[in-house]
Nanobody, 122 residues
């Protein structure tokens, strides 16, 4: 069993930056693809970014491409999401997730965190 705990959310101004972290328990982190998803109020959860187990392959949603960067540290069992040029529409609860493969849709995630709230103000 893998437990995921997100941190780093908070309030940011439009145009600003935040970095989210997701710490994973267990010895299987290095074998998992890791992803970030988000759910805005009144909307369905959507894919944001995913990274494969080695960190060599990443995929992003079009809405965050060139603004967000996903990375991982397999020694620290942590995955990150660097968010730059934030927009008001980035406001959401951000979830970390882990699965067996990384694909463009971010599908197939098995393990989920409880989320960290990001609020972007004007």
């Amino acid at each position: 069993q893998v437990q995921l705990v997100e941190s780093g959310g908070g309030l940011a101004q439009a145009g600003g930056s935040l970095r989210l972290s997701c710490a994973a328990s267990g010895r299987t982190f290095g074998f998992l693809a890791m992803g970030w998803f988000r759910q805005a109020p009144g909307k369905e959860r959507e894919f944001v970014a995913v990274i494969d187990k080695s960190g060599g392959t990443t995929y992003y949603a079009d809405s965050v491409k060139d603004r967000f960067t996903i990375s991982r540290d397999n020694v620290k069992n942590t995955v990150y999401l660097q968010m730059n040029a934030l927009k008001i529409e980035d406001t959401a609860l951000y979830y970390c997730a882990g699965g067996l493969v990384a694909n463009r849709a971010g599908s197939g995630m098995i393990y989920w965190g409880k989320g960290t709230l990001v609020t972007v103000s004007s």
